[in-house]
């Protein structure tokens, strides 16, 4: 399938509460990564289908939720794609090293998706 959703992520507000939560109720691995001054990651292995993870909202005073991120091929121009259609560019091409690059925008209705570019093999 061209462009599969590929990771879904949660920014929560209480990630101590989301992991108890979540992990009481599905039968997810969760396990933490240290991502430095920003705090700690948790992935989210759910076997087979798309995992995610969860982190503290990166931005203060706004609410909780799950974002998707899309794989695509070329992350530069499929952002200049997304934004010449009319979407709001929340975070421009931000690399995660050893393992891709994503944005993430707003669409014309108001829906948040990020795009996912992995790191070329």
Do not use: C
Request: net charge neutral; hydrophobic share 40%; no cysteine.
């Amino acid at each position: 399938m061209a462009n599969p959703f590929v990771h879904v992520e949660l920014n929560t507000t209480d990630l101590d509460k989301a992991k108890k939560f979540y992990g009481s109720l599905f039968d997810w691995k969760l396990e933490d990564v240290p991502m430095g001054p920003a705090g700690t990651y948790t992935t989210i292995g759910v076997g087979t289908g798309v995992g995610g993870g969860m982190m503290t909202h990166p931005m203060p005073g706004q609410p909780s939720f799950w974002l998707s991120y899309v794989n695509v091929d070329n992350l530069a121009a499929s952002t200049a794609k997304a934004k010449s259609l009319g979407a709001t560019i929340i975070r421009d091409a931000t690399p995660v090293p050893g393992m891709g690059s994503f944005t993430i925008f707003m669409d014309p209705t108001g829906a948040v998706l990020a795009l996912w570019e992995p790191v070329k093999k």
